[in-house]
């Protein structure tokens, strides 16, 4: 069964830096048909692609976030890594994890269950 | 442009049938993909590609494109298909930047 699950604080305080961990089972970060991107849904708003990790290490950002955004992986431990620096209010979101499968025409195949952040001091 | 424009709210009546459109200048050279999310839970796909369904999608759900609109056909509505709709596409270029619509509010009256 393939699964993702986001992991991270649930407050942060403005100016900080938001590390978030999705970990995945099912599947390998070293498939070459598959990535990881991060999704947010500030509350009651519509969904916002951050970032995206490729099975051979290449990135992809957000334009108007790249600056303060950064996708890593730990292949060995199957964790993508989303860090987000001098967060603000404006951050507060669900954070999703999704794969893309290639199979699926780049699709976003399967989810995490999200993990709400609020920033707030 | 990177934004996929939707319409923000439709309603259909039980067992009728609903179109649900995205337009955006990526839809002329990238399949859309949709999603449907209802309250509290994480989007699921239902549509991706010229037109398929993943595993355990109902045959009510089918999807279509022309130039640069996408749109999403429920035939036959069922109560359980009420749920915010998003579709979903990404650049042409080398950069894999990914888009997705503002969303869609469908009610089943």
């Known amino acids: 069964q393939v699964t993702l699950k986001e992991s991270g604080p649930v407050l942060v305080k403005p100016t900080e830096t938001l590390t978030l961990t999705c970990t995945v089972s099912g599947f390998s970060l070293r498939n070459t048909r598959m990535g990881v991107s991060w999704i947010r849904q500030p509350p009651g708003k519509a969904l916002e692609w951050l970032a995206h990790i490729f099975s051979n290490d290449k990135k992809s950002y957000r334009t108007s976030l790249k600056s303060r955004l950064t996708i890593s992986k730990d292949t060995s431990k199957s964790q993508v890594v989303l860090t987000v620096t001098n967060v603000d209010p404006v951050d507060t979101a669900t954070y999703y994890c999704?794969?893309?499968?290639?199979?699926?025409?780049?699709?976003?195949?399967?989810w995490g269950q999200g993990t709400m952040v609020t920033v707030s001091s | 442009s990177s934004e996929l424009t939707q319409d923000p709210a439709v309603s259909v009546a039980l067992g009728q049938t609903v179109r649900i459109t995205c337009q955006g200048d990526?839809?002329?050279?990238?399949?859309a993909s949709w999603y449907q999310q209802k309250p509290g839970q994480a989007p699921v796909l239902v549509i991706y590609g010229k037109n398929n369904r993943p595993s355990g999608i109902p045959d009510r759900f089918s999807g279509s494109s022309s130039g640069n609109t996408a749109s999403l056909t429920i035939t036959g509505a069922q109560a359980e298909d009420e749920a915010d709709y998003y579709c979903n596409s990404r650049d042409s270029g080398d950069n894999h930047n990914y888009f997705f619509g503002t969303g869609t509010e469908v009610t089943v009256l």
């Open positions: 999704a794969r893309i499968h290639g199979l699926f025409d780049d699709a976003f195949d399967i």
């Open positions: 990526s839809l002329r050279n990238s399949y």
